[in-house]
């Protein structure tokens, strides 16, 4: 029920203060377009005040939808409120019967200012859709991120007040025209300033640093003294920040727990390098702080009961959160059937390949593993190449009473999905986790 309660509330809340104005007044002499315009400035301005709620990672609001969701639905309303936005002058001037708007250079500071607001919101669709293209690294990426959304709110919101003078003159359209990007900015203040302290506050301790392969290493974090470990599910994640040795980054990232939640003690991370920050985890120390928010995420077989009969399919590092279900369905001693589908480059790129054997010994779950290494040695002699339709077939005698479960780069992710849609697999039996968010 909330996951339709959620985006009506998210709907009145945006379209209020116009429906506001449209039921009350006041009325100008403008015509259309112009109406129309301001319309557009309205809505495209409350819409940037709520990005800052979508953002803050609110659990009542991500429990029913997962982060990834959450945040899919925060790009496409950027880019539609930019549309709105960009728009909004466009109207105006045909509204006025003149392009002195876009075109005159004596124009007041707050016409000024609102056209700064619309270039940076155009900057932060731009920068934000082509990072990877960019090159802009994540940290430094969420660092301007964040800097120009404050910027692009405080601009927009004082163009909006010096601008609207009849409009603002309601009351009920004064209150929500405040109290809205209010509430957007005390979310920002919350998510940035307020929750880190708290979190460092009662940060845990590394307990342990394993080193599971040549490059990929798990972090065993246990909770303050006195303080029970948070609950989760298996295949969720969480976001953590290390306070570690001077010279090394103090930077908050999501990673999948790879423990399961019947371990009550402790929760752990399994990281691979592969990047500025990853690539010192192997330098994380027994007894160094870390932060934590958790859990996030909706990657979790106990999401959907009615699933019986698994396909997990994994590349790389993906395994980690299906490794999380494997240990609780292990530790629950559940009779689920589960093929598991895991490619890596390279035989000593398998993580947990000792453990995952002795699962497929002790028949809880009911496991099979079929290993695939695109870049095998002379010893190997199982499966080799990529996930293909070849092997996918081979192993997988029945598709429809199957749920598939997916967690691997995004080529090797696009090729599978592909593969299942041929065998018209619906899309209510494949889940699918996305490590970018």
Known sequence: ???????????????????????????????MPYELGKAFAFTGFIIIALQFVLSS?????????GLDMIFSYHKALAVLAGVLILGHPVLLSLGLGNFQL????????????????????????????????????FEKWRFSHNIIGGLLLVGAFTH???????DLDITAVQVLFTAIPVTGLFFYI???????ARLKKNAYTISAVQQQTHNVWTLEMRPPQGQKRYSYRPGQFHFIKLHRNKGLPEEEHHFTISSTPTRSETVISTIKESGDFT???????KGDQVSIEAPFGRFSHLYHPEDKNFVFIAGGIGITPLMSMLRYMRDKETDYNVLLVYANHTQKDIVFRQELDEMTKKGHPKLEIIHVLDDPDETWEGETG????????????????????????????????KIL?????????????????
């Not at 500071?109 to 932060?124: D, H, N, S, T």
């Open 279 to 285: 690539s010192t985890i192997g330098s994380t120390q």
């Open 57 to 65: 990672r609110r659990k009542w609001i991500e429990r029913h939808y």
């Open 160 to 166: 909006a007040i010096a601008t609207s003078h009849s």
């Open 386 to 417: 990529f996930v293909d339709d070849q092997i996918v077939s081979k192993y997988v005698d029945n598709f429809d009473d199957k749920a598939f479960y997916l967690c691997c780069p995004p080529p090797m992710r696009k090729a599978v999905l």
């Open 190 to 196: 919350h998510h940035k300033v307020i929750l880190p």
């Open 1 to 31: 029920m909330a996951a339709i309660f959620y985006p009506i509330i998210y709907f009145l809340i945006v379209i209020s203060p116009l429906a506001v104005i449209l039921l009350t007044g006041p009325y100008t002499d403008h015509g």
């Open 102 to 137: 876009l075109t005159s250079l004596s124009l007041p500071w707050y016409i000024w200012l609102g056209k700064a607001a619309l270039v940076l919101i155009l900057i932060q669709i731009i920068v934000s859709g082509f990072r990877i293209n960019l090159h802009l690294g």
């Open 421 to 437: 849609k041929e065998k018209s697999v619906p899309n209510d039996r494949i889940r699918v986790e996305i490590f970018s968010l």
